[in-house]
């Protein structure tokens, strides 16, 4: 289903590669036109360029009739997909939602968890982190105990040797979150300077600096911090599409580089939530019709 959400920055997907293979193709002919063809071999590396990339694409874990650029990544009994609202005999939004039941261990990455976890993932490919800010959603708390929460997998280096998936839980955003509008939708939205963000590293153990072993991003568990000590350490930092060795996300796919989600790995109670109006810094893109 195509609707109007749409990805506004979809060609940021491909500078990296245009840009870079210009520069080859350059450097190329330059190379011919002054040493001529033996001097150009491949002992001068003008026939590739280490900076020439192809993007990552999310893998759905179901069928679903979601946007384009917007997948269901949701593990065991749990789905991603656009239902009706119920605001008016039309509107639609997109649902999150867990049913009851347990699940057989080794759905999740780490392995364990018998519950489920639904999981919106979007399209991202190594995006600066400061341009997914403010990250916002609409949301609408329809039933059960869980709120939604959001995740972003950040690649500390943009070379994807160093990606690593940081959370705001959504136990954690009451105070990022508007009192309700006349539909019953709250507005949620988060910055890098907001105390929200736990790191899931798989191994339960903080983001530390090289440098010094500060913490850049504290563990799951402990209590949250800003993104500042990250952006500091590595400015350029980016957000993007991948496979990361957090335990809360499906097993063996490449996750999508931002994640709505509602549920966690021990979550066995049924839960649903809408969510409309999904915002990515100067990105908008508005609730289904």
Known sequence: MKSRFSQPGSAAHSIFVSNSLTVVLLTAISCLL???NTACSRETS??????????VTPSATNPSNLP?????QSVGLAKAQVQP????????????????????????????GTGSKAILGFDIWRKPLLDVFPLGHDVQKFNGSETVGVSLQIDLTCDGSS??????????????????DSDGYSRVELRHSDLVWV??????????????SSVLVPADGSSPSSLNALLSRYPGACVSNGKTTAKAVAKGIPTAGIQWSLGLDDTTDANSSFLKRLRLGSDIFEELE
Do not use: C
Not at 91 to 101: C, F, M, P, R, V
Not at 169 to 175: C, I, M, Q, R, V
Not at 199 to 212: E, M, S, V, Y
């Open 68 to 72: 384009e650029d917007f997948y269901d």
């Open 199 to 212: 790191i899931d590293a798989g191994d339960g153990l903080p983001l530390r600096n090289p440098d010094d």
């Open 85 to 112: 609202d119920g605001i008016s005999a039309t509107s639609q939004a997109i649902e999150l939602k867990t049913s009851a039941g347990t699940n057989p261990v080794g759905a999740f990455n780490g392995g364990i």
């Open 34 to 36: 002054l040493l001529g």
């Open 163 to 180: 990606l690593h998936h940081i959370i705001a839980h959504g136990s954690e955003l009451s105070a990022f979150t508007s009192v309700a």
């Open 46 to 55: 003008v026939y590739s360029d280490p900076a020439v990339f192809t993007p």
